[in-house]
């Protein structure tokens, strides 16, 4: 893989064989809450952990409501 800096202070990265693809500079198009919700759902989406620690947490609460 090679990087090469322009003139204009722009990046090119590209491997042998591979066609060359511009780097950009800018912001990006999520807001927070985009990136933490799409985090969220890659977190629960590969793992049981949140499942059951919300499942915990819910009947901890049924069970606190029942008991008052």
């Not at 491997?15 to 500079?25: D, L, N, P, S």
């Not at 809450?33 to 915990?56: C, D």
């Not at 009947?59 to 008052?68: P, Q």
Request: net charge positive.
């Amino acid at each position: 893989m090679q990087v090469a800096t322009k003139s204009d202070g722009s990046h090119e990265l590209w491997m042998e064989g591979a066609v060359r693809q511009r780097m950009r500079k800018g912001t990006s198009g999520y807001t927070f809450r985009k990136l933490v919700t799409h985090f969220m759902n890659m977190r629960t989406g590969f793992s049981t952990v949140p499942l059951q620690f919300a499942s915990i947490i819910g009947f901890f609460l049924c069970s606190l409501g029942l008991a008052s």
